[in-house]
């Protein structure tokens, strides 16, 4: 119980500043939004599909392609930078607070960020006629995965490379935008080249956007996407290890000076 209470109010803390400075998420809910029309709206006409059709083809590729990026793994690794500018690192090592509650509760608040960004995706693409075709639940687990992935992913760049809060800009430019056109985030891997296709199976954002794709617009099940769904478990596992590790390595050095 002790954990889960401070992890709650860790994570009630981060989301409660998020909303009064309003800025932050005001802006990821703009993001998927017009990235989901512009999607939708293109698909429309380049591939001649209703809007329905097009929408629902656009969510999944507009969530974890795009939206989950930005608010989970550029969210947490700001969070990471600023908790570290503003001291709060160093107050954590001589409070009673354990460094896993704090590690969780970052962890819960980007999820229950993603979750919103979920709803609001969801919610405008069924304004459109889209529909979810296939398992509600396969579907949740496929996204959780994804929030896993990115925050794991953002923990570990945040305490390794990022410094000040100018770096977040930088990181975020440098690894994630190559990952997402490479992912098919923005554009369709049907135009990639043979070359690109190759690299693709290398990228867990490709992964991420082919299960979700076939289950909420495909209504595939998970034998179908299995190869897609296991290199995305393996994803997630290992960045959640690994960020953690990140952050207990930070918290020794956050000691020592």
């Not at 119980?1 to 932050?24: D, F, G, H, N, P």
């Not at 996204?143 to 975020?172: H, P």
Request: net charge positive; aromatic share 10%; with cysteine.
């Amino acid at each position: 119980m002790k954990y889960w209470r401070e992890t709650l109010a860790i994570a009630q803390r981060i989301v409660l500043e998020l909303v009064r400075r309003q800025r932050s998420l005001i802006c990821w809910s703009i993001f998927p939004v017009s990235i989901l029309l512009i999607n939708g709206l293109i698909l429309a006409e380049r591939t001649q599909l209703s809007n329905a059709q097009a929408f629902e083809a656009a969510a999944p590729l507009t969530l974890v392609g795009a939206a989950l990026f930005f608010s989970c793994l550029g969210g947490s690794i700001a969070t990471v930078v600023a908790e570290r500018e503003q001291q709060t690192l160093k107050r954590l090592a001589i409070s009673p607070l354990s460094g896993t509650s704090y590690f969780l509760g970052i962890f819960l608040a980007y999820s229950l960020i993603g979750l919103g960004q979920t709803l609001l995706v969801y919610l405008v693409a069924a304004f459109a006629g889209a529909q979810f075709q296939g398992s509600l639940w396969l579907g949740g687990l496929i996204i959780l995965l994804s929030i896993m992935t990115y925050v794991g992913g953002g923990f570990c760049l945040g305490t390794q490379f990022a410094r000040r809060t100018e770096d977040v800009n930088a990181l975020v430019s440098a690894f994630g935008v190559p990952l997402l056109i490479l992912g098919g985030a923005f554009i369709p891997i049907s135009f990639f080249p043979q070359v690109l296709l190759d690299v693709a199976q290398f990228n867990p954002i490709y992964h991420m956007n082919e299960a979700l794709f076939g289950v909420a617009a495909d209504g595939k099940g998970l034998e179908a996407i299995a190869p897609h769904f296991r290199v995305l478990v393996i994803c997630a596992g290992v960045m959640v290890v690994a960020g953690w590790l990140s952050y207990q390595r930070m918290l020794q050095m956050e000691r020592r000076l």
